[in-house]
């Protein structure tokens, strides 16, 4: 359900177990009905973004890893390291270039900010960056191609950090579109840790927690085919190869019904237009 807030839309929240929901944004509550069918199709929409996110984030970043000097690009802060590692071994000075992904992320964390939070924009991050994807793999065959220097390497490397930057920021503007963060998996498994110890501990009645590990393992287990997938196809092509998940972005946004905001990334917005509340007083 869509609810119109300060001049944007919220997600309305569904009440476990019960098939109604309420707006927790504002300090009032008015239960509402809500068809099964819908909240199926919500739940099955949210499945769908979180794996095809994740999966490409791990494709993504495994793949620049191999290719490119060692370069994550969605768990940025894993340069870092990588940084630190070569610079005490007495690497060349294009070890600095690793550092450069920092401000690169910032500012299309920034950029993608901005352009997310207008009125029915949210997929526009998602598209832009399939397209940057592709134009990274499209630049990586140029080069492999007709000039193979290894600026053009870190430049095609730079503009996928700048993609993964709009999937975080995605992430950030609207958490509830997927099972948690698709970029960095270190939070989320320490949430599928957790709950397999609540699991664990009830002797499986624990359904809340059962319920949760599984949208975890949706999300690790689709980064993980991504890593999979990226590494076998970084070891025999090489960084061109990107092009591959930026179609797959792409082609996903486009066969939807809907691109508004009111239409969830896989076309179905879970509720119809009777069932919006009010504004409040």
């Known amino acids: 359900m869509i609810i119109p807030l300060f001049g944007a839309p919220w997600v ?13 944004k504002n300090n009032y509550s008015k239960l509402l009905t809500l068809k099964p069918s819908n909240i199926m199709e919500k739940t099955h929409s949210i499945w769908y973004v979180t794996l095809v996110l994740s999966a490409i984030a791990g494709y993504c970043d495994t793949v620049t890893f191999i290719s490119a ?4 690009s969605a768990h940025v802060t894993g340069n870092f390291i990588v940084f630190a590692y070569q610079i005490i071994n007495g690497s060349n000075a294009q070890v600095w270039i690793k550092l450069l992904t920092f401000p690169v992320f910032i500012i299309s964390v920034i950029i993608g900010g901005r352009l997310g939070a207008e009125p ?3 997929y526009r991050l998602l598209l832009m960056e399939g397209f940057l994807i592709v134009a990274a793999g499209l630049l990586a065959l140029f080069f492999k191609l007709y000039s193979p220097a290894s600026w053009g390497t870190y430049l095609v490397t730079m503009v996928v950090v700048f993609a993964m930057g709009f999937q975080n920021a995605f992430g950030k ?8 963060p698709t970029t960095m998996m270190t939070g989320n498994v320490t949430q599928a840790s ?3 110890g609540n699991v664990l501990g009830s002797a499986f009645t624990d359904l ?3 319920e949760s590990l599984k949208k975890q393992m949706i999300t690790i287990g689709g980064f993980l085919i991504g890593c999979l997938l990226g590494a076998t196809m970084a070891n025999f092509f090489g960084l061109y190869v990107l092009i591959l998940p930026g179609l797959v972005l792409l082609t996903c946004y486009y066969t939807t019904e809907q691109h508004d905001d009111q239409a969830t990334f896989a076309g179905q917005s879970g ?8 504004p409040a007083v």
Do not use: N
């Not at 503007?173 to 948690?180: A, V």
């Not at 509720?271 to 009010?278: A, E, M, N, R």
């Open 12 to 24: 309305a929240h569904v009440l476990p177990f019960s098939g109604h929901g309420y707006d927790r």
């Open 69 to 72: 000097d060692s370069i994550f």
């Open 120 to 122: 029915g924009k949210r």
């Open 173 to 180: 503007l609207y958490g509830k579109e997927t099972y948690g």
């Open 194 to 196: 957790l709950d397999l």
């Open 208 to 210: 809340l927690s059962l």
């Open 271 to 278: 509720v119809t237009s009777s069932q919006t509340l009010p």
